[in-house]
């Protein structure tokens, strides 16, 4: 918890600080659009090789190596920076290159669990990192802003770098205590081969929960994308509204962490809390296009990120559970495939009818929600005798 605490604290502030720093020093938003994108472009070609990596040498030793070259990238920006009266071009340049270890640190993570915990316990450790991750991107903000604002550009990336360092540190601690997190497959392909892609979607709870989890993660996407128009057209543009929407979402999904935890035995694969989700995003979209209340705006906003978050976490662990040992790290490099598609795709189309107008796009937004909850209730129904042969070949 601690790990993902401190290096979701290091990501939270880098993102605000990295949107200041090139909106200042560019006059723009190109900058900072690109270094997302790049991650986009990483997480298609990369991310086959980070699932491929974990599964031969261990999520241990790809999180270590991972981290720690990430530290050393902030290190060596932090260092330069801090000579330099231009920085936008080093803090694009270090936005990009750690979108490359991005994908090995984050499918690491995902098969690391685990190798820590037993399948009883895995619903409550899930739950447990994801109320972390929560709480540091709210802090990674915090400091970010406070650094920015007492302090210099060299002062805001050595915040970053610092919650990198400790997170780093964590990992290694766990590594040195627990033998098995080096231990090798016998798998021997290097990259995601399409037999491998094709036997992981055969199993029915393996495809369930890349598609499904995937469109939890599109229909977040899409909340952040609206969160900026819709706090210009329905609450005055009154810049407030924007911190009170995303932390009300926070505060959801904060929530859900804690539900997980108490409740994790009695929770399962239980797929209400996906059709929740899904519903409550398309009323929360049609009640930006109808401009419904603050007050019942703001509970809508709650309960989809407690359902999102459930419901993210639920079928995280469902893949976990169902996919062996030794193909954990490419079960998350495809399902976090499907996420860069899903997500993707969806703010494609609400940002095209957006260009219309912001009716048109809540109206969009509500139609994705619609074909989510479609989806979803689709893939409840459906059986597959097929199973994961390439757990007997591992």
Not at 155 to 181: D, E, G
Request: charged share 10%.
């Amino acid at each position: 918890m601690l790990g993902e605490f401190a290096i979701n604290t290091g990501r939270g502030a880098l993102t605000l600080i990295l949107g200041a720093i090139l909106y200042q020093e560019t006059g723009g938003l190109w900058a900072f659009a690109l270094a997302f994108l790049s991650d986009f472009i990483v997480a298609l070609f990369i991310q086959g090789i980070a699932g491929a990596a974990v599964d031969r040498f261990g999520p241990g030793k790809v999180l270590n190596l991972s981290l720690g070259i990430s530290s050393l990238l902030l290190f060596a920006c932090w260092v330069l920076i801090s000579q330099l009266s231009s920085t936008a071009l080093f803090i694009f340049s270090l936005a990009v290159l750690l979108n490359i270890f991005r994908p090995f640190i984050r499918t690491a993570v995902f098969a690391l669990l685990p190798a820590l915990f037993s399948q009883s316990e895995l619903e409550k450790a899930n739950g447990a990192v994801s109320l972390a991750f929560q709480v540091g991107q709210f802090a990674g903000m915090a400091l970010a802003a406070l650094s920015l604002e007492l302090g210099t550009h060299g002062t805001a990336i050595f915040t970053v770098l610092m919650a990198f360092v400790v997170s780093t540190a964590c990992y290694l601690m766990i590594s040195a205590k627990y033998l098995n997190l080096r231990v090798r497959s016998d798998v021997k392909s290097k990259i995601i081969s399409w037999r491998a892609f094709t036997e992981v979607l055969a199993h029915a709870t393996i495809l369930r929960g890349c598609m499904i989890g995937s469109v939890d993660y599109a229909l977040i996407a899409v909340f952040n994308l609206l969160l900026a128009p819709v706090v210009a057209h329905n609450f005055d543009n009154l810049s407030r509204w924007l911190g009170i929407l995303d932390g009300a979402f926070a505060l959801g999904a904060i929530l859900a962490g804690v539900f997980v935890i108490k409740q994790s035995k009695d929770i399962g694969l239980k797929y209400r809390y996906s059709l929740l989700a899904h519903v409550s995003a398309a009323l929360l979209f049609l009640g930006y296009a109808l401009q419904w209340h603050a007050y019942l705006i703001l509970l809508l906003v709650l309960l989809f990120g407690l359902s999102t978050t459930v419901s993210v976490v639920m079928w995280n662990t469902a893949l976990q559970k169902s996919s062996p040992e030794a193909m954990h790290g490419r079960v998350a490099s495809v399902k976090y495939i499907f996420n860069t598609l899903a997500v993707t795709l969806a703010i494609a189309c609400v940002s095209f009818a957006n260009e219309q107008s912001f009716l048109v796009a809540t109206y969009a937004a509500v139609t994705t929600a619609a074909v989510c909850f479609v989806l979803a209730f689709v893939l409840m129904r459906y059986r597959s005798s097929h199973s994961l042969s390439l757990s007997r070949e591992s």
